[in-house]
């Protein structure tokens, strides 16, 4: 089996249009397919990335659902927009942790249903 990368993510969130205008309006999302599927799932991406946002359940939050979940969703970028990325959020009012992994640096922060983000660039200098 030979894969070409990850085609999307999907997320369950509390509100899909709240979702989708944070997605679009920090990390400069686009809509993607829109008008198919009545709108659920909504989905929105960048290039090559894409994140399907479904209303959540009442049922993932079952104990059995939280032992096994995604622990974050990374987005590369180079080191200017790294940069850009921090300014960006800062003056959103959006709080995010750096963090020196030494191959890479990344920044660490949560949309608005919680889900924790994730923009590492490899060019440390």
Wanted: proline share 3%; charged share 30%.
């Amino acid at each position: 089996m030979q894969l070409d990368g990850i085609d999307h993510i999907a997320l369950g969130v509390r509100d899909i249009e709240r979702s989708a205008k944070w997605y679009i309006d920090v990390l400069g999302f686009e809509r993607l397919h829109e008008g198919m599927w009545d709108g659920v799932p909504t989905f929105i991406g960048k290039g090559n990335t894409g994140i399907a946002l479904f209303p959540a359940s009442h049922e993932a939050t079952r104990p059995a659902h939280r032992e096994v979940r995604m622990l974050h969703l990374a987005f590369r970028a180079n080191r200017e927009n790294f940069l850009v990325a921090q300014r960006e959020l800062k003056k959103r009012g959006i709080k995010f942790e750096f963090q020196d992994h030494e191959i890479s640096h990344s920044i660490y922060f949560r949309d608005p249903d919680g889900h924790q983000l994730e923009i590492t660039t490899y060019e440390l200098e």
